[in-house]
């Protein structure tokens, strides 16, 4: 009960930066000693910039119960990425067929 209690006081005290980018340059965090809410911040981050992937990358490195919670969006977010570059390999191949037949 006290640690919902002190995620609460947490989620209360905690400042919404969403307005600017969680980090300069990505490449030189150290993401072994990110936090819950940093990598959430990175990712949401990188779901608004529409990178998909990297955003995948970052709540796969969640744990515990907040890993267990994003499981269901994992699944459903990789199930996306496998349709994406799917309907990519048929427009691809469509466009080499459609220019060998000219």
Known sequence: LLSYGLSYLQAV???DLSQRSPVEEENKVDLSNA????LLSMAKHSLDKDNLA???QYMT????EPSRVV????????????????????????LVEG???L
């Not at 936090?35 to 940093?38: P, R, Y």
């Not at 490195?61 to 515990?64: F, N, R, W």
């Not at 269901?72 to 469509?94: G, K």
């Open 13 to 15: 005290l905690t400042v």
């Open 35 to 38: 936090s819950t809410s940093d």
């Open 54 to 56: 990297r955003t995948i």
């Open 61 to 64: 490195l969640l744990k515990g």
């Open 71 to 94: 499981e269901d969006w994992l699944a459903e977010a990789r199930l996306t990425m496998e349709t994406r570059q799917a309907a990519q390999a048929l427009l691809t191949h469509a």
């Open 99 to 101: 220019v060998d037949s």
